[in-house]
């Protein structure tokens, strides 16, 4: 190519990529209404305290389905989310909300165990994943199991 030549199609690509530029940066979309399922607090640090990581339900007859409420608050300052909650046992179901919880905020989670088929002194552990600093606790429930529940 003709240094003329080469000079007008460079002179074309470059106006084309300034036209390119300006479209594509008008079509920018507005963030006011995303994020909302994540902590929106991403340079702080959430904190998951749980008022007790402890629950003994005593002496329960076998058979019965017994659930407690962990009560936990978020003593950070950035937003909790609490990712996961597994249990050690399939007779423990953990449940909890999965949505954010800002600095200061609270939530519970609710264990419910089902003693069908166990007997004596039972103890499960609850393993809460999230994304505080202390990302890993671990909850548990005790149960003295027999037939009358005395």
């Known amino acids: 190519m003709k240094e003329g030549k080469m000079k007008n199609v460079l002179t074309y690509f470059l106006a084309v990529m300034m036209i390119a530029g300006m479209i594509g940066g008008s079509c920018v979309r507005s963030s006011s209404g995303a994020g909302k399922n994540f902590p929106s607090d991403t340079t702080g640090t959430a904190i998951l305290t749980f008022r007790a990581s402890e629950h003994d339900f005593g002496k329960v007859k076998a058979g019965e389905k017994v659930g407690c409420i962990f009560s936990y608050t978020n003593t950070g300052d950035a937003d909790l989310v609490i990712t996961s909650a597994s249990a050690s046992c399939g007779c423990t179901v953990p449940k909890y909300d999965k949505k954010p919880v800002p600095p200061g905020g609270t939530g519970t989670m609710e264990v419910i165990f089902d003693t069908s088929g166990r007997e004596g002194?039972?103890?499960?552990?609850?393993?809460?994943?999230?994304?505080?600093?202390?990302?890993?606790?671990?909850?548990?429930?005790?149960?003295?199991?027999?037939?009358?529940?005395?």
């Open 121 to 150: 002194i039972q103890t499960k552990t609850v393993v809460v994943q999230s994304n505080a600093e202390n990302n890993l606790v671990i909850l548990r429930i005790i149960a003295d199991i027999n037939e009358t529940g005395r």
